[in-house]
């Protein structure tokens, strides 16, 4: 049961901890998770303000050292590069205190346009994240505005630049499409071995997560 009288900043899963830093998104899937659910596993994900980095930090302390976390991941109910300057300076606090633990980045692939400038994918990578885990909801353009929705007309192109620079910079990168019809998820996965990265089917359970 998820309480809807507080937002979490913090949640886990697993051996995971993960951030929800901000309920923005440059998509708008139709499969979203967001259109059925307040949140997942009795953590309330909708916030009610977007936290700064220092709150972030101040949360993070409370469960950080609650057992050995195997990675923490900025993931929430929106798009975590929306915010990059609070993932950077979360990322390098724990990467100071905690080196330990490896830290994930899990996107919409769409930083370099919502980064206009910036060289987002060396900035992530020097703060201290490790990994990206890039959704790409379309084995081409056509497909990917029609599933997605996004703000961007460029947004596919733009993803597949994101996945290469990511691998250009040795970060452990991984693709993932869900599994819905107008997905050729075979075509994706050829996609992703192209690129060189790793390939990873997310299945669509609609209202059950
Ligand atoms: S990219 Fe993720 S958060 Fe954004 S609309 Fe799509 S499924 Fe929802």
């Known amino acids: 049961m998820v309480n809807s009288n507080y937002s979490n900043i913090v949640y886990w899963l697993g051996d995971s901890l993960y951030l929800n830093i901000t309920n923005r998104c440059s998509n708008r899937c139709y499969f979203c998770f967001r ?8 953590f ?21 050292s609650r057992r050995r976390w195997v990675e923490v991941v ?13 993932i950077l300076e ?4 724990i990467k100071r ?15 370099l346009l919502l ?29 990917y505005n029609k599933v997605c929705r996004p703000d961007f007309k460029d947004a596919y192109k733009s993803i597949l630049e994101f996945i290469k620079r990511a691998k250009n910079e040795s970060l452990d990168v991984e693709v993932t499409a869900v599994r819905i019809p107008e997905i050729d998820i ?23 997560y």
Do not use: M, Q
Request: proline share 5%; with cysteine; aromatic share 8%.
């Open 90 to 93: 979360v990322a390098r606090w």
């Open 186 to 208: 075979l075509k994706v996965h050829d996609l992703a071995a192209n690129l060189g990265v790793k390939f990873r089917v997310r299945e669509f359970i609609p209202c059950f």
């Open 44 to 64: 309330n994900l909708k916030l009610r303000e977007e936290p700064d980095p220092k709150r972030v930090i101040e949360d993070l302390k409370k469960h950080i």
């Open 115 to 143: 980064n206009p400038g910036r060289d987002v994918v060396r900035e992530l990578k020097d703060a201290g994240v490790d990994a990206v885990s890039v959704s790409l909801n379309g084995h081409d353009e056509e497909t």
């Open 97 to 111: 205190h905690y080196p330990g633990i490896r830290i994930r980045l899990d996107t919409n692939g769409h930083g």
């Open 35 to 42: 259109h059925y659910w307040n949140g997942i596993a009795g």
């Open 74 to 86: 900025f993931c929430g109910f929106g798009e975590p590069t929306v915010r990059l300057d609070c």
